[in-house]
């Protein structure tokens, strides 16, 4: 398919948490495309007891930093964990996509998530069912593993896609040898880069999980 210009993915941390006595840092992704500014995830804006007592984060919000929030015109959650929804609220009656599966989970489950982050006022999820094209050479993928709903972000950006995973895989090392449905399906796509949530450097073919 061909775009009226360029696609572009720029992460953005959000927040760094402490994770088996290193930092972890929370990543964003912003999506500039001809016909519209997509955001994928949300990251955190403020503390909460259960995240302080897992993780003891320092946050850096979206509304905290130089960034244009009103410039965003469509959001999309890879899952709806603590660390990926808790800005949801900044975008209130913007569509919010996320799979049918992984809202139901977060709103049925205990100690799936903070439901008040994802049932904040004003909210307006989209409810999806499998695969959706949002943008012409956008598209959502369902990538169970991390979760049974989790999504995934496909991106058109040249000969190549590519990917934007959320938790999907968190270190480099679950790409390099796929065990869950959600990883086999990303590396099925052959693609040229995979950004993850909880690495600055995307992951690419023949990467090494030692560059994580």
């Known amino acids: 398919m061909t775009n009226a210009g360029p696609i572009s993915i720029t992460p953005i941390v959000v927040a760094d948490l402490h994770v088996e006595g290193e930092m972890m840092p929370v990543c964003v992704h912003v999506i500039d495309h001809p016909d519209g500014r997509i955001l994928v995830d949300t990251g955190m804006t403020k503390m909460h007891s259960a995240v302080v007592a897992a993780f003891d984060p320092r946050l850096y919000p979206l509304s905290e930093q130089d960034f244009d929030i009103a410039a965003i ?3 999309v959650n890879t899952h709806l964990h603590a660390d990926h929804c808790g800005g949801n609220h900044l975008f209130a009656g913007r569509p919010i996509h996320v799979q049918r ?3 139901d989970d977060a709103r049925g489950q205990e100690d799936y998530t ?3 982050w994802v049932d904040a006022p004003g909210l307006n999820y989209v409810a999806v069912d499998g695969e959706l094209e949002l943008l012409p050479g956008v598209r959502l ?3 169970p593993g991390h979760t049974p709903g989790s999504q995934v972000v496909v991106v058109d950006t040249g ?3 590519e990917v934007i995973c959320g ?3 968190v270190w480099f090392g679950e790409l390099d040898d796929p065990q869950t449905e959600g990883q086999r399906l990303i ?3 052959d693609p040229e880069k995979v950004w ?3 690495v600055h450097q995307p992951w690419r073919p023949d990467s090494g999980s030692a560059l994580a």
């Open 73 to 75: 015109d469509i959001v």
């Open 101 to 103: 599966r992984e809202l």
């Open 114 to 116: 903070i439901p008040e």
């Open 141 to 143: 993928v369902p990538a």
């Open 159 to 161: 000969a190549r896609p």
């Open 167 to 169: 938790d999907t895989a």
């Open 187 to 189: 590396r099925a796509l």
């Open 196 to 198: 993850l949530a909880h």
